[in-house]
């Protein structure tokens, strides 16, 4: 089964930026996604970002601009690049991985953007 790691969340002021990471446990073969969700208190979990197995991306209109997913296929890594960083933007935020291997879903890592 596939486990994801995340890492580089914390604190940061409004207008600033974070960098997300978000390591597969192995190999990954056949179609799948790797994403970004968010979810905020009093929220439902939504998708911020997807990268499929091709490259193909996606954004939220809400991140559109200023977040930017990418991958390092080598590393089996996912990153999100937060920036201009709102305090709308806070939530914790899941890594997930969906294909061949099922779901999985990373722990979360939280992102609170605060003056």
């Known amino acids: 089964q596939v486990q994801l790691v995340e890492s580089g969340g914390g604190l940061v002021q409004p207008g600033g930026s974070l960098r997300l990471s978000c390591a597969a446990s192995?190999?990954?073969?056949?179609?799948?996604?790797l994403g970004w969700h968010r979810q905020a208190p009093g929220k439902q979990r939504d998708l911020v970002a997807p990268?499929?197995?091709?490259?193909?991306?996606n954004y939220a209109h809400s991140v559109k601009g200023r977040f930017t997913i990418s991958r390092d296929n080598a590393l089996n890594t996912v990153y999100l690049q937060m920036n201009n960083l709102t305090h709308e933007d806070t939530a914790v935020y899941f890594c997930?991985?969906?294909?061949?291997?099922?779901?999985?879903w990373g722990q979360g890592t939280q992102v609170t953007v605060s003056s």
């Open positions: 192995g190999m990954l073969f056949g179609d799948y996604s």
């Open positions: 997930r991985y969906l294909g061949v291997l099922g779901i999985a």
């Open positions: 990268i499929s197995s091709p490259g193909y991306t």
